[in-house]
């Protein structure tokens, strides 16, 4: 089917950056929306940010104006750069893609997460 493969977690210092990076392949025909969310333990997991096929973005306020969301569309990639990151960020991040297949069915496919710890 659709397979979602993230990368670029791992141990950052508060105030410092990170770079995620998330690659689709497999039978896929469309990518409509791609996004990635975020769940801390012990909490639900939930919207950081998505991007539209067409390119407007969307952000959850806690990270409005220290992340930014991209996609590059030839190569079915989305990318979210992290920025004056903060321990409060400390999770695993999913990356997520809604998805015509080339069976011409639509579904929404989830990566297999990648830890970000923020701290010093």
């Not at 769940?39 to 220290?66: C, H, M, W």
């Not at 930014?68 to 990356?95: F, G």
């Not at 990648?114 to 010093?120: F, G, K, L, R």
């Amino acid at each position: 089917q659709v397979q979602l493969v993230e990368s670029g977690g791992g141990l950052v210092q508060p105030g410092g950056s990170l770079r995620l990076s998330c690659a689709a392949s497999g039978s896929i025909s469309t990518i409509y929306a791609m996004g990635w969310y975020c769940q801390a333990p012990g909490k639900q997991r939930e919207l950081v940010a998505f991007i539209s096929s067409g390119g407007s973005t969307n952000y959850a306020d806690s990270v409005k104006g220290r992340f930014t969301i991209s996609r590059d569309t030839a190569k079915n990639t989305v990318y979210l750069q992290m920025s004056s990151l903060k321990p409060e960020d400390t999770a695993v991040y999913y990356c997520n893609a809604d998805v015509k297949t080339t069976m011409w069915t639509r579904i929404s496919s989830w990566g297999q997460g990648t830890q970000v710890t923020v701290s010093s």
